[in-house]
């Protein structure tokens, strides 16, 4: 089967290095011309790719089970797999602390040696469509005919006309920073295997360590708040990890150096799109789901729906209407972890906002996991679910136990550091002096 893949980021490296392992002859389109030998690269139009990121164990289960190659090849540059084993799932060491140009350059460099597998430099143009099906796409003028085409194109994907059916704006933005730490310093103070989350009035702060000593520290405010929108500058950024004791530790700059300026992620969404069902096309990854860095799902999301549309091709689906059977499987397990971020987005700018934990709505996911602290019942479906293991309704059993703790009047704890208005003050105090 020829099949034409739309992007070559890792939705679209992944599905076809996979494909091409099983024999059909794949191309793979994209107009970033990958990784220099040596140097900074930057993907143009992928705002999140020097962004923090974090590798749920879905990504390696996937690598390991599919295609072995890439992931020795991402284990040989140096990210740290972790073991689950505190989470009661036996299935070894499965997180991987890594940063994403170093996940994306493993995959290019196992990419090259995928037989059947050509990657080629391009601009796709449109979709070319014949007797009611899609038969390929026309690239920089030229058309490329295609048994299947697999829009891996990312959030920002047009091709296949597919409309958002779940989510939108989530309200939220963010500043991020990359620092690595100096020969022979120790990590810092983290809160769970994939980093350190801190619980603010107003904000959120999170650490995702990285390999070799490289990690990512994250703010998270409402769009609203314009006075955080300072953080921006290096010099606020800089104010708020001192002012904030654990990124204090871990950003003290005889401990760590910084190692990219300070990025800005903004117009978040958290949307799930359906197919369009289109004879010949099938879309993956975040051309289905988007979701913010919040939770850091969305490489594991990428990854699930990979392995099922593997799946049922394996098991005999055909290719020109597989995106039903696919549409269905991601209504039922792709949809709902889009629905929880919805949810628990929305109750974390609620919060920062000043609005009360209100009892008469079904409990999110993050409230039920913080009532973990009071009722340790709860953490048997905690775990499963932090996992992405288990589906967000898994959780169902464990709500009326947290909502009785709440009921005591009982809240969550903030983490050590400033409130939003002295955050605010920070701030200001450190562009005065700048």
């Known amino acids: 089967m020829d099949i034409l893949v739309i992007g070559s980021g890792p939705t679209g490296l992944t599905v076809g290095a996979t494909l091409a392992r099983r024999g059909h002859r794949v191309t793979a389109v994209d107009r970033d011309r990958g990784p220099r030998a040596a140097g900074d690269w930057r993907?143009?139009?992928?705002?999140?790719f020097a962004h923090a990121h974090n590798f749920r164990p879905q990504v390696s289960w996937l690598l390991q089970a599919q295609w072995p190659e890439a992931f020795g090849a991402w284990c040989s540059l140096g990210p740290e797999p972790v073991d689950l084993g505190p989470l009661g799932l036996d299935a070894g060491p499965v997180v991987v602390h890594s940063r994403r140009v170093t996940y994306e350059r493993a995959l290019r460099?196992?990419?090259?040696?995928?037989?059947?597998?050509?990657?080629?430099?391009?601009?796709?143009?449109?979709?070319?469509?014949?007797?009611?099906?899609?038969?390929?796409?026309?690239?920089?003028?030229?058309?490329?005919?295609?048994?299947?085409?697999?829009?891996?194109?990312?959030?920002?994907s047009r091709l296949d006309g597919s409309l958002a059916t779940?989510?939108?704006?989530?309200?939220?933005?963010?500043?991020?920073?990359?620092?690595?730490?100096?020969?022979?310093?120790?990590?810092g103070p983290v809160t769970n295997l994939i980093g350190w989350f801190g619980r603010?009035?107003?904000?959120?702060?999170?650490?995702?360590?990285?390999?070799?000593?490289?990690?990512?520290?994250?703010?998270?405010?409402?769009?609203?708040?314009?006075?955080?929108?300072?953080?921006?500058?290096?010099?606020?950024?800089?104010?708020?990890?001192?002012?904030?004791?654990?990124?204090?530790?871990?950003?003290?700059?005889?401990?760590?150096?910084?190692?990219?300026?300070?990025l800005v992620g903004g117009a978040l969404r958290n949307v799930y799109r359906s197919q369009r069902?289109?004879?010949?096309?099938?879309?993956?990854?975040?051309?289905?789901?988007?979701?913010?860095?919040?939770?850091?799902?969305?490489?594991?999301?990428?990854?699930?729906?990979?392995?099922?549309?593997?799946?049922l091709l394996d098991a005999g689906a055909d290719p020109t209407t597989v995106a039903e059977p696919f549409g269905g499987w991601?209504?039922?397990?792709?949809?709902?972890?889009?629905?929880?971020?919805?949810?628990?987005?929305?109750?974390?700018?609620?919060?920062?906002?000043?609005?009360?934990?209100?009892?008469?709505?079904?409990?999110?996911?993050?409230?039920i996991h913080a009532a973990g602290d009071i009722d340790p019942r709860i953490h048997a479906y905690v775990g499963p679910f932090m996992a992405m293991a288990a589906l967000p309704q898994s959780l169902e059993p464990a709500e009326p136990w947290a909502r009785a703790v709440y009921e005591t009047g009982w809240r969550p704890a903030s983490s050590e550091g400033p409130s939003r208005d002295e955050?605010?003050?920070?701030?200001?105090?450190?562009?005065?002096?700048?």
């Open 277 to 311: 069902m289109l004879p010949g096309l099938v879309a993956v990854g975040d051309a289905v789901s988007t979701t913010t860095p919040t939770a850091g799902r969305g490489v594991a999301m990428v990854s699930m729906q990979i392995g099922a549309l593997l799946t």
């Open 200 to 262: 603010f009035d107003g904000y959120q702060a999170l650490l995702f360590p990285q390999e070799t000593g490289h990690f990512s520290v994250v703010l998270i405010r409402p769009t609203a708040d314009a006075a955080l929108k300072q953080l921006r500058h290096e010099s606020a950024f800089e104010a708020a990890c001192r002012a904030i004791p654990a990124l204090s530790e871990w950003t003290d700059p005889r401990r760590a150096r910084p190692e990219s300026g300070v």
């Open 109 to 156: 460099t196992a990419a090259a040696d995928v037989p059947g597998l050509t990657l080629r430099v391009g601009h796709v143009d449109r979709l070319v469509e014949a007797g009611g099906r899609v038969v390929g796409a026309v690239v920089d003028g030229t058309r490329h005919e295609a048994d299947l085409t697999v829009d891996a194109s990312g959030r920002a």
């Open 330 to 367: 991601c209504d039922q397990y792709i949809a709902p972890w889009v629905a929880d971020h919805i949810a628990t987005d929305d109750a974390a700018v609620e919060r920062w906002q000043g609005a009360e934990l209100d009892l008469t709505r079904p409990l999110t996911s993050a409230a």
């Open 43 to 48: 993907r143009r139009g992928v705002m999140q």
């Open 423 to 434: 955050l605010v003050a920070v701030v200001e105090g450190a562009l005065a002096a700048a």
């Open 166 to 187: 779940l989510g939108g704006d989530c309200g939220m933005a963010y500043v991020d920073r990359c620092f690595r730490l100096r020969p022979g310093v120790e990590p």
